[in-house]
């Protein structure tokens, strides 16, 4: 209620003073007039005492205030830390009591101490492991596997090659060779490295008829037509050997048969000294005829 009143004279000694400032701001000729004619002081020493008492107790009420907000913010924060310290001391001991717990029912299912489930997840780690060990194993294996057929494929793929170049060599030498004899050899070793080779038949039974051994030559065509049926090179082949034989039947059976495999074979019996015989016979007559017809 004193501060009360103090705060309440401190405003209405001033409200004066700041309705007259407010009224009329005077000049300082004026002020200086208005000090040099006060013929007593504003304020009496009692009102200053007193309002200087009141400012004095007004500060250490704030700091008395002060000082209660600080006591009340320190008990907030002990209070914070007892609780966590509270807490974490719960916290320890509820695990505790889990582990303990945990311990009772190991127990209780069979294990009875650490070392039985240390040796327990030995064995189930080691059991994991061969499993693992099993597996790639087997994987590695299917690999290695895998790698050596590959390997022995690009092995008899090379192998081919080099046969093939083998046997394209050979068959160059065989065109740029004109005796027979040599032609022979040469298709031998061509066969040698791919046995019953169609081709090579064919071209060997030719070179037999030149050194006039027809019945070699026909053998030589049948080998031929065993592996491939439709060979019309075979069919003229047997052709010029039954003419050279003096079978003109079968030499005209075979040569229709290589014109059906083949049209290239109706010109070709035309001028080819080895079916010289056959040009006077009737079948080969009409033959030649349906040709020209056709």
């Known amino acids: 209620m004193s501060r009360f009143l103090t705060i309440s004279l401190f405003i209405a000694l001033l409200l004066p003073v700041q309705l007259f400032a407010a009224e009329q701001i005077p000049s300082e000729q004026q002020m200086r007039e208005s000090v040099d004619n006060l013929k ?3 304020y009496t020493p009692f009102i200053e005492r007193y309002v200087l008492d009141e400012l004095k107790q007004l500060r250490t009420d704030m700091a008395a205030q002060r000082a209660e907000m600080i006591q009340m913010t320190v008990d907030k924060e002990l209070s914070a830390a007892d609780r966590a310290v509270g807490y974490a001391t719960d916290t320890v001991t509820y695990f505790f009591y889990l582990i303990a717990a ?7 299912v069979g294990w009875s101490s650490i070392r039985e489930i240390k040796e327990r997840v030995h064995t189930l780690a080691d059991q994991e492991i061969n499993s693992l060990i099993n597996e790639y194993e087997k994987r590695l294996h299917a690999i290695e596997q895998q790698l050596s057929k590959e390997t022995q494929q690009i092995e008899e793929n090379r192998e081919k090659i080099e046969h093939t170049q083998e046997v394209q060599s050979l068959w160059l030498r065989a065109g740029q060779e004109t005796s ?9 070793q061509i066969m040698a490295i791919r046995p019953y080779d169609v081709e090579a038949l064919t071209y060997k039974a030719d070179a037999v008829l030149e050194l006039d051994e027809p019945q070699w030559a026909s053998n030589l065509c049948h080998q031929a037509l065993e592996s491939d049926p439709e060979n019309g090179h075979a069919f003229y082949q047997l052709a010029c050997a039954n003419t050279a034989m003096n079978q003109f039947d079968e030499a005209i059976r075979y040569l229709k048969q290589a014109i059906q495999c083949s049209d290239t074979y109706r010109e070709q019996c035309k001028d080819d ?8 016979h009737p079948e080969l007559e009409v033959l030649l005829k349906n040709t020209v017809e056709s």
């Open 40 to 42: 007593e002081p504003l």
């Open 102 to 108: 945990a311990s009772s029912v190991l127990v209780l």
């Open 273 to 280: 000294p080895a079916l010289e015989p056959l040009k006077s």
């Open 180 to 188: 027979p004899s040599n032609k022979i050899a040469v298709y031998d």
